[in-house]
């Protein structure tokens, strides 16, 4: 997953603080010439000048960021509020501020990189300049409090001060409609019935029905959680309330459930109204159980399951939640009443990524050889987020090739670019090394063009590209979701191919083909453990692993000593016939090796139809 929420940056190596300030201590008996000098005190600081307010210098947050990278800052105190004070390395102290609720991962990194001493402020203001400001008010207040007056009403008063709630929510009525997403009919279809409800609570009111009040939609992120939800609001155009989950998770106890109960207050002025919570489970995490409690999550939860089972089921407000991560809710959150209606979004198939593509080519020029058909096929585990990143991304690529449509050959280098990241276009390999990564890729590409249940080769490279020094690819004919024993076995084979072929050319393996070992092992134990594809162990199946959050923990085997045994032996077994077939299947088409091999080296990339040429002439 690409991002974990929470605090990182606030939360690293802080305690949560209290409250803002503690109520000033009780006045203990002092005597009147004592409280008398204290007023005295307080008038002569109200007009000295604040020390610590002296002469800082004002940075802003991009120079802050630079003078931290060229390592001039010795230290800094971060506040909660996004204040932050500091020294340079000069002693020139500084103010500045960073922006709480993007949490800048880069920020703490370079903080990291640079030694800089990073401290915590209990509240805004440096702890110092705090206590000076205050201290003439304390003392007066004090003073009322010995004489007798009561003025704990305008304690009150000054204790709300430090409280101040940024705005927290964005309020706008989306002109989105379904049409706008592409794919994800089914989804559609569950959502629609709160749109309906969104547009007659009166008759949902009438007829005594109560409509649905929460939908908490499911899926990996880029996949249009908030795309759907929006459309949702556009559809029964009604306003869209939206917030994420982790700007509840404040430092300050009570300040997040006092944000939820505003929240709903006022989409209950707007209704009938959405309101959209992304990232639900910066907020909405299991209660209690972990290391360390967060009271201020508690709260703010318990606040939220108040409101949703508060309000009137015909008030006409709908809570849309989005997550990646469900199974870390709070299972009180899922109860009827609540979030009880889910809608899965998966990663889009490929004929919603086709779907997805068509609808983000439009209004663009697109040549008369692109189909995106092809496209679709070869992007499986792209979000709607990435392919709308590659139709950009293609269109970059023709703008800077002086073409005016956009060609196939742009949308094959985005992505490219996207899964391999950024090819220098050089092959910056010694002449036997480029010869050996030919060799080896020549080898993959054969087995799987002469394996029966493989994948065909859709292109074949020895360019470096990312980690890899070549690579061969295979476009499944349609997304699978059963494989097949034959299928599996052959992918083995075509995993052994690279390193098969050196041994049959070179007589001895490299170093190379340590991934394709490493995932064909993986795949063979999978068969045994999992599939039940092994004799010996017979059709028996241990589901792999506990659950990942327990981690290293869960080292207890479902299985026997010699269970184990067993399964490394077929392991062993499928693996070697898997090399063997391979070894084989080169050794009598060596021929075809060496010619395959010469056209890579000659040309670098190819594709299948080239593979299956030189296996037709030889
Ligand atoms: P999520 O909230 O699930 O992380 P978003 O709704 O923010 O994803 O989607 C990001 C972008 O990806 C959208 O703005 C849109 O451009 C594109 N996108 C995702 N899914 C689709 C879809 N089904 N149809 C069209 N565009 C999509
Ligand atoms: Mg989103
Ligand atoms: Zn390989």
Request: cysteine-free; aromatic content about 6%.
């Amino acid at each position: 997953m690409k991002r974990e929420t929470g605090g990182q940056l606030l939360d690293r190596g802080t305690t949560r603080p209290g409250p803002p300030q503690a109520p000033p201590p009780r006045p203990p008996r002092w005597r009147v010439w004592l409280l008398l000098a204290g007023v005295l005190v307080a008038m002569a600081l109200f007009f000295v000048p604040n020390p610590a307010a002296h002469h800082p210098e004002s940075l802003t947050y991009s120079q802050l960021k630079t003078d931290i990278g060229a390592g001039q800052v010795a230290s800094v105190a971060l506040g909660q509020d996004g204040s932050v004070s500091g020294k340079l390395t000069n002693g020139t102290t500084f103010t500045s501020s960073y922006p709480v609720g993007l949490q800048d991962p880069q920020f703490t990194q370079l903080l990291d990189q640079h030694d800089v001493q990073v401290s915590t402020k209990p509240s805004g203001t440096p702890v110092w300049s705090l206590v000076l400001s205050f201290l003439p008010l304390l003392l007066i207040v004090a003073l009322f409090l010995w004489t007798g007056r009561t003025a704990r009403r305008q304690i009150g008063g000054l204790m709300g001060i430090g409280r101040s709630r940024g705005r927290l929510f964005d309020r706008e009525r989306p002109s989105t409609t379904f049409a706008d997403v592409a794919g994800y009919e089914g989804a559609k279809r569950e959502v629609s019935e709160v749109v309906d409800f969104l547009k007659h609570p009166d008759r949902y009111r009438r007829a005594g029905a109560v409509g649905p009040k929460g939908v908490l939609m499911v899926g990996p992120p880029g996949t249009g959680k908030t795309l759907l939800a929006r459309a949702v609001a556009g559809e029964a155009s009604v306003p869209f309330i939206s917030v994420t989950g982790s700007s509840f998770v404040e430092m300050f106890v009570g300040v997040g459930a006092a944000r939820v109960r505003d929240l709903f207050e006022e989409a209950r002025r707007q209704a009938p109204s959405i309101v959209f919570i992304d990232e639900i489970d910066a907020l909405g995490q299991r209660r209690g159980g972990q290391l360390f409690a967060n009271d201020e999550r508690d709260q703010t939860l318990n606040q939220m399951l108040a409101e949703m089972d508060g309000f009137d089921p015909a008030g006409g407000v709908v809570v849309i939640a989005a997550t990646n991560r469900p199974e870390v809710l709070d299972p009180a959150l899922l109860r009827p009443g609540r979030f009880d209606r889910q809608v899965a979004i998966p990663l889009p198939a490929q004929r919603e990524r086709e779907a997805i593509l068509v609808a983000h080519s439009r209004g663009k020029p697109l040549a008369s050889g692109v189909d995106l058909n092809v496209v679709a096929r070869g992007t499986p585990g792209f979000s709607g987020a990435d392919l709308a990143n590659l139709v950009n991304e293609a269109a970059i690529f023709a703008v800077r090739a002086g073409r005016d449509v956009i060609e196939a050959l742009d949308f094959a280098e985005a992505r490219d670019r996207i899964l391999l990241g950024r090819r220098d276009g050089t092959n910056a390999l010694l002449p036997e090394e480029k010869r050996a990564v030919a060799v080896h890729e020549a080898g993959h590409a054969l087995v799987a063009a002469l394996s029966p249940h493989a994948d065909p080769v859709a292109k074949v490279t020895i360019l470096p590209a990312g980690q890899a020094l070549g690579v061969t690819e295979q476009l499944p004919v349609d997304e699978r979701h059963l494989y097949s024993e034959g299928y599996l076995k052959d992918s083995l084979a075509v995993r052994m191919g690279g390193r098969a072929a050196e041994r049959v050319v070179f007589g001895q393996v490299s170093s190379g083909a340590a991934n394709d070992l490493a995932g064909a092992t993986e795949l063979a134990t999978r068969m045994v453990r999992e599939f039940g594809m092994s004799a010996a162990l017979g059709p028996v199946g241990f589901t792999s692993g506990g659950p990942s959050y327990l981690g290293g923990l869960d080292t207890v085997r479902p299985y026997a000593e010699a269970t184990q045994r067993v399964i490394d032996e077929e392991v062993g077994r499928l693996l070697r016939e898997a090399d063997e077939r391979a070894v084989a299947t080169l050794t009598d088409r060596r021929a075809t090796l060496d010619r395959l091999t010469r056209v890579l080296l000659d040309r670098e990339t190819i594709d299948g139809t080239d593979v299956d040429e030189a296996i037709r002439q030889t």
